[in-house]
């Protein structure tokens, strides 16, 4: 089965006892606490961690209207843009001093190349961030529709074991990162 919104979804109703959904817009309660609760948890999943999936660089296009204070130039965010990892210049994605405020990037280079987590399709999130989002979905949806505080607390302690397993899992996808231009490393000589 392709993952959707709506698969993802019914997955968590079936793992508390509820009747999955046909859609997130027919009136249930299953439905509408789905609809409600399913964007922001997704999101906030997906920000947790720099997910390999869900990790972009960009060049960010500048504005031509200027920061009030503090910088000298601003760039617009890119579309789906949930958090930024760190930004840079020149073929590096890191290095540069910059603030963001609303869907802006403020700073004093006049070029940024950014380094950002962003709100992929649900079609491709890996099984292990799948398998982590339901538990999740689960543990939120748990309390609006069977009102059971333990089970809840119960589904919260599964849901970040799943986290932590899919975080592994995620770190694994990258050679480890190598200490640069570090004082006690270099006075070894």
């Given at each position: 089965m392709a993952l959707s919104a709506l698969a993802l979804c019914s997955r968590a109703l079936l793992k508390i006892g509820a009747q999955p959904v046909?859609?997130?817009?027919?009136?249930?309660?299953?439905?509408?606490?789905?609809?409600?609760?399913?964007?922001?948890?997704?999101?906030?999943?997906?920000?947790?961690?720099?997910?390999?999936?869900?990790?972009?660089?960009?060049?960010?296009a500048r504005l031509s209207a200027v920061p009030r204070a503090d910088f000298s130039s601003a760039f617009q965010l890119p579309a789906g843009f949930l958090r930024a990892l760190s930004a840079g210049t020149a073929g590096r994605a890191r290095g540069i001093v910059y603030r963001l405020q609303e869907d802006r990037l403020f700073t004093d280079a006049?070029?940024?190349?950014?380094?950002?987590?962003?709100?992929?399709?649900?079609?491709?999130?890996?099984?292990?961030?799948?398998?982590?989002?339901?538990?999740?979905?689960?543990?939120?949806?748990?309390?609006?529709?069977?009102?059971?505080?333990?089970r809840a607390e119960m589904l919260f302690?599964?849901?970040?074991?799943?986290?932590?397993?899919?975080?592994?899992?995620?770190?694994?996808q990258a050679s480890a990162r190598v200490l640069e231009g570090?004082?006690?490393?270099?006075?070894?000589g």
């Amino acid at each position: 089965m392709a993952l959707s919104a709506l698969a993802l979804c019914s997955r968590a109703l079936l793992k508390i006892g509820a009747q999955p959904v046909a859609s997130l817009d027919e009136g249930t309660a299953e439905a509408e606490v789905a609809a409600n609760l399913y964007p922001g948890i997704r999101d906030a999943l997906l920000s947790f961690h720099p997910w390999s999936f869900a990790t972009a660089q960009a060049g960010l296009a500048r504005l031509s209207a200027v920061p009030r204070a503090d910088f000298s130039s601003a760039f617009q965010l890119p579309a789906g843009f949930l958090r930024a990892l760190s930004a840079g210049t020149a073929g590096r994605a890191r290095g540069i001093v910059y603030r963001l405020q609303e869907d802006r990037l403020f700073t004093d280079a006049t070029e940024v190349a950014l380094t950002y987590i962003f709100r992929p399709d649900e079609s491709a999130f890996p099984p292990y961030f799948a398998q982590a989002l339901v538990a999740r979905l689960a543990a939120e949806f748990c309390i609006p529709l069977t009102e059971n505080s333990s089970r809840a607390e119960m589904l919260f302690r599964l849901a970040e074991a799943e986290l932590r397993q899919a975080r592994q899992a995620d770190s694994q996808q990258a050679s480890a990162r190598v200490l640069e231009g570090f004082s006690l490393i270099d006075v070894r000589g």
